[in-house]
């Protein structure tokens, strides 16, 4: 098997993993949630709003709520920003809202998102994810 593709395989296999291996960690523990609300917002000049709960506790480094989205027939995803998240066990609201730097648009319709409640810890020296929660949620976007 070439190398490139043997790198390829591993990477893939490993940001597949990433969720199952964080929910054997702990990650569902009732406390550390994150949901994604069913209905997002794509202004004209294409600015998408993305927004949801996160509940945490006990980050010692910082902590965000990424957000992602897809929109087929495209199968990438595109990231729309990330909010700094307080770990303090109480739930509350995030909003992410980006465009993507390609060309891509979205339009109003069925969409789906992933929201990850991430920490970046350097207990190893280099700063590295512990993932706290992960919710992928289908969407309707709306014009607004």
């Known amino acids: 098997m070439p190398v490139r593709a043997l790198l390829g395989a591993a990477a893939a296999v490993l940001l597949l ?29 294409g600015t998408v709003t993305l927004t949801g709960t996160y509940r945490c506790t006990g980050g010692t480094g910082p902590v965000f709520v990424s957000s992602s989205l897809r929109q087929d027939p495209d199968e990438v995803r595109y990231g729309v920003n990330g909010t700094r998240a307080i770990c303090d066990g109480v739930e509350r609201r995030w909003t992410n809202t980006g465009r993507p730097a390609t060309a891509t648009t979205f339009h109003s319709g069925p969409a789906h998102v992933e929201a990850t ?12 994810p512990r993932f706290h929660a992960h919710r992928g ?6 014009e607004g």
């Open 17 to 45: 993993a990433a969720p199952a291996s964080a929910d054997a960690r702990g990650m569902a523990d009732a406390h550390e949630t994150v949901t994604v609300d069913p209905t997002a917002r794509v202004a004209p000049d």
């Open 137 to 142: 949620q289908a969407v309707t976007l709306t």
């Open 117 to 128: 409640l991430m920490e970046l810890t350097t207990d190893s020296g280099l700063p590295l």
